[in-house]
């Protein structure tokens, strides 16, 4: 099997922002497996809080992965065995699952979701409005009143006014997103003004560490459920999470791959955990693994190409506020 990566920016429409900080591009590896003739591809988009990097995945796809994969494509429990040796680069790896699935897809000629047992259907996407002043979230939400589900950056000084303006301009399913950045005396000043609000979930509000607020939290009454996202990476998060969040974001950046990630689903439902699926920003070909497997989630996030100003792929399709699959075989996407 032969490896080609190369290094991509993908410039966003609008400066996105969280509350770690904002930015205007994405920098993704892109990868290409060939093999009997055969095309598969993948797309990485590393995650600096895990300790990963552009660099990182890319010297993970073309040195430490090529002498772990062997000569047969199908043989995925073999090859992910193998490349557990490697710590980390849970973003590339999940590069080269997507092009081991995309390539058995092509060969077989069978689409990933059905290659899975899966149905193409998915519930609506959520779309992403990023930390903004008030009168920018009151625009983004205006312009995006044609999802059927809203999602809002938290975690300043401005998240109640802000929550107020986009309720103003749309009744949609509405979830908060902190990313780490309250604290629990902000979260309880702040809860009851979201069930005022009707908003439906917040997701990771306090420091993945800081498990002391996520279970005082869990004491309040009402209070919405709490979504873990930076706490949760792989199925060895899952049940842990059990003990302080009501749900778990399940990504294939972190989770390093579909297989990884549907372990990981099956647990979280054993375990009485409700399922987001999420992505990064990234391409549609970055996005289409997740949106193969997003039948089986509750809340689906999958919007990262949508906040692109270019597309350098096609193939998922936007329906009715939902992101589906493509129907070609593999992955379903294809360049541009």
Known sequence: M???????????????????????????????????????????????YRGESIDSAADFLTSAAPPLLGDDPFALESIEERLEDV??????????????????????GVPLWR????????????????????????????????????KLKVGGAE????????RDESDAPLRVDA?????????????????????????????????????????????????????????RDVAPAADYADGINVKLAKSGGVREAVRMIHAARALGLRVMLGCMVESQLGVAPAAAIASLAD???????????????????????????GMEAGLGVAPA
């Not at 902000?186 to 908003?199: M, N, Q, T």
């Not at 809340?299 to 699959?325: C, I, K, Q, Y």
Request: hydrophobic share 40%; charged share 30%.
């Open 115 to 150: 290659l899975l047992g899966l149905s193409p259907e998915a519930p609506p996407t959520s779309y992403t409005i990023g930390i903004d002043s008030l009168e920018g979230t009151r625009d983004r939400a205006r312009r995006a009143r044609g999802f059927r589900a809203l």
């Open 2 to 48: 032969e490896l080609r990566t190369t290094t991509a920016s993908l410039a966003l429409a609008e400066e996105f922002g969280i509350a770690r900080g904002s930015r205007t591009t994405q920098s993704v590896v892109q990868l290409e497996l060939e093999h009997d003739g055969v095309v598969g591809r993948g797309e990485a988009a590393p995650i600096y």
């Open 299 to 325: 809340w689906v996030d999958l919007d990262g190409h949508l906040l692109l100003a270019d597309e350098p792929f096609t193939g998922l399709r936007f329906e009715d506020g939902r992101v589906l699959p």
């Open 87 to 108: 710590d980390g680069e849970a973003a590339g790896k999940a590069a080269l699952d997507a092009a081991l699935h995309d390539w058995i897809g092509r060969r077989l």
């Open 159 to 166: 998240d109640l006014a802000r929550v107020e303006a986009v």
């Open 179 to 235: 990313n780490e950045g309250w604290t629990l005396e902000s979260a309880r000043e702040l809860l009851p003004e979201l069930i005022r609000l009707d908003v439906e979930l917040v997701e990771q509000p306090f420091p993945a560490d800081d498990l002391d607020s996520f279970r005082a939290l869990r004491e309040l009454s009402p209070r919405l459920p709490v979504i873990a996202d930076e706490g949760c990476h792989d199925l």
